[in-house]
């Protein structure tokens, strides 16, 4: 089958701020921080803390009404990122699936954490306290964590491998590195990869709550809550969204005129093997050093890193550390910023909003900032060239976006800018 290079020719995402990606790229150059305060009505105690919603998003304008019905909010957020990255990708919408073969051996790879976890609170409140026997014929398949992949399968005719990855807080950035293997490898002319979730369920809030890494706030001080590598950072901001990304062997989408917006070169991953929820800095130096190594790049050849940083007062130093190990003298020359200052932790979204973070990074030649962070710094996160405020005109080649998850699930990708 041969070694393919392998071009992304779609970007897609459901933008908290309500535009298409060019849009969010910009605010977040801007240092623009889509955090708000969510307060609900829920029983007993209603929730109440610093979130990230995608208030704009209409299911039933992005996707149609029947087809909107048949999915879980989660499902419905990677469907219209799919969408858009496929649109913007200029491949046809097949609504016969198979119909002549033709994409038989095109793909669909996604990743989410909690899937349709909403879909099973609610019926289990309907169960246990509405009294109610029966459920509703489509719980099933509005639970399932394969739901996104799926319809995205039959949706454009896509006859190939279709699955979803859960690794929690890694489980799109592995969908992504997995799909890169599948078009690189041949196995694959086309993949649609991504991740999608929905976190601001009742039980699922509670239960970050109880582990005390959610971040405090009220209306006022929302937009600010999530300060990763500050001092003074208090925790996770939770968010919904999706993102997408098609990536296309490089010949094939040469041969057919499309636009390459960046190159996926390298992939890495590695288990930490030490604690379900401790970060470990030697599992994360392995994920990166197999992506470079994957890439056939050195660390000087590397221009900006996405940071998995999530503010946690634990995390964040580990990450420093594996990144000053990696990247040695260089380290301190290293541009890296962690995009979650703005748009919120995706849990299982979150690698593939940051690699299309990444990719549109190295499309403009211009890296966002960890927003909140001047004058903030903590010591134990010092050593890399932190970016206080976007910058544009910036030569970047080539850049890493990381995933670390608990589990001790590690996903680093490298990506390569597109031909100028």
């Known amino acids: 089958m041969g070694i393919h290079r392998v071009a992304i020719t779609g970007l897609g995402l459901i933008s908290p701020f309500g535009g298409d990606a060019a849009d969010f790229f910009d605010r977040l150059l801007a240092g623009e921080s889509a955090v708000r305060y969510l307060q609900t009505d829920d029983l007993p105690r209603p929730l109440a ?7 704009g998003f209409d299911p039933e304008a992005e996707l149609g009404k029947p087809l909107a019905l048949m999915m879980e909010r989660f499902a419905q957020l990677g469907m219209a990122a799919a969408f858009r990255a496929w649109d913007q990708a200029g491949l046809p919408r097949q609504s016969d699936p198979g119909a002549d073969g033709s994409r038989d051996d095109w793909a669909c790879i996604w990743g989410t954490a909690l899937g349709g976890v909403a879909a099973h609170e609610r019926g289990s409140r309907e169960m246990w306290l509405k009294g109610r026997e029966r459920l509703s014929p489509l719980s099933v398949v509005l639970g399932m964590n394969n739901a996104v992949n799926a319809h995205i399968s039959i949706q454009l005719g ?3 491998v279709s699955t979803s990855h859960t690794a929690a807080c890694a489980s799109s950035g592995i969908a ?7 078009v690189r490898s041949g196995d694959a002319a086309v993949v649609l990869a991504g991740g999608s979730d929905v976190c601001q369920t009742y039980g699922v809030v509670r239960a970050w709550e109880a582990m005390r890494v959610m971040a405090p706030g009220d209306a006022q001080t929302a937009p600010g809550a999530c300060r990763p590598f500050a001092a003074d950072r208090a925790g996770l901001v939770l968010g919904e969204g999706a993102a997408a ?9 040469v041969s057919r005129g499309a636009t390459i917006h960046g190159e996926i070169v ?10 379900l929820v401790r970060p470990h800095r030697q599992g994360q130096v392995r994920a990166m050093r197999a992506a470079l190594a994957d890439a056939g790049l050195a660390p000087q050849h590397i221009h900006y890193v996405n940071a998995h940083g999530t503010a946690t007062v634990e995390g964040d130093p580990v990450e420093i550390a594996a990144l000053r190990e990696v990247f040695g003298d260089g380290a301190a020359g290293l541009p890296v910023s962690a995009t979650k200052s703005m748009h919120g932790h ?7 909003i940051e690699a299309v973070v990444t990719a549109l990074a190295l499309r403009e030649q211009a890296v966002p900032p960890t927003a909140h962070l001047a004058g903030r710094i903590d010591p134990a996160c010092e050593g890399v060239d932190h970016v206080l405020h976007g910058r544009r005109g910036v030569p970047l080649q080539a850049a890493l976006s990381n995933s670390f998850a608990f589990g001790g699930s590690n996903a680093v990708l490298a990506l390569r800018a597109p031909p100028r």
């Open 245 to 253: 990304l098609v990536l296309e062997a490089w010949d094939h989408a």
């Open 49 to 55: 803390t610093p979130f990230v919603t995608c208030p």
């Open 176 to 182: 992504i590195g997995e799909a890169f293997r599948r």
């Open 158 to 160: 896509l006859g190939g």
């Open 266 to 275: 390298g992939y890495g991953t590695s288990c930490d093997h030490s604690h």
């Open 346 to 352: 995706l849990l299982g979204a979150s690698g593939a």
